[in-house]
C-alpha cells in the first residue's frame, strides 16, 4: 500500500478542482495547471478533499497512486503559491542577468552563454544569485538543472553554478615538495 497514495489531499479556498476523463485542472488565484491522469487511478472528490484509489493491485498501479497523488498535491500548492529554486553562481567574472527573456551568463567561456526563459517561468537576479519561480514544480525543476548544466561546480576551487542547498565536496589540489 502506497502511504503516500492513500492520504488524503485538501482543496483550500480559492481553488477549484475539475476532473474531465482523465485529465485533472487546477484554478487557483496564481494560474491554471491541466494534467493528464492514468486511467488506472480513480480520482474521486468529496466536500473539498481528493481520494484515489487503484483499480487494480499491480505493483505497477500502486507505484503509480502514490505518483499521481503527488502530481495533484503539487498543482494544487503550485497554484497557490508559487516553487522557488535558487542557484548560486560562484568564480572570479563569472555572473549572470536576466535580459528581458533571455537569461545571460558569464561562465568564463569565450562566449556569453544565452538561454531563452520560458514563458511560465519568472527569473530574477541579484549579485551572484539566481532565482527561478513558477507554479509548475516540474518546469522550475528541469529549468533550474538546465541553468545548472552549463557550469556544474568543479570539486576544486568549487567554481560553477550551484544549487543553494547544495553541499560541493571539495579535494586537495596538488601538494608543492
Known amino acids: ?69 503527488s502530481h495533484i498535491s503539487n498543482m494544487i500548492d503550485g497554484v497557490n503559491k508559487p ?16 535580459k528581458g527573456k533571455d537569461l545571460v551568463m558569464n561562465l568564463g567561456f569565450s562566449h556569453e552563454v544565452i538561454i531563452p526563459i520560458p514563458a511560465d517561468l519568472t527569473v530574477t537576479t541579484e549579485k551572484n544569485t539566481i532565482t527561478i519561480s513558477g507554479i509548475d514544480k516540474e518546469r522550475v525543476g528541469k529549468f533550474s538543472a538546465d541553468v545548472r548544466s552549463n557550469k556544474k561546480p568543479e570539486p576544486y576551487k568549487g567554481k560553477g553554478i550551484r544549487y543553494s542547498d547544495e553541499v560541493v565536496r571539495r579535494k586537495q589540489g596538488k601538494k608543492t615538495a
Open 83 to 98: 516553487f522557488e529554486k535558487k542557484l548560486i553562481v560562484e568564480g572570479v567574472g563569472f555572473r549572470a542577468d536576466a
Open 1 to 69: 500500500m502506497s502511504r503516500i497514495g492513500k492520504r488524503e489531499i485538501s482543496i483550500p479556498e480559492k481553488t477549484e478542482v475539475i476532473i474531465d476523463g482523465n485529465k485533472v485542472t487546477v484554478k487557483g488565484p496564481l494560474g491554471e495547471l491541466t494534467r493528464e491522469i492514468r486511467s488506472e487511478i480513480k480520482i474521486k472528490i468529496e466536500n473539498g478533499i481528493i481520494t484515489m484509489t487503484p483499480i487494480d493491485e499491480t505493483v505497477f498501479v500502486r507505484s503509480l497512486w502514490g505518483t499521481t497523488s
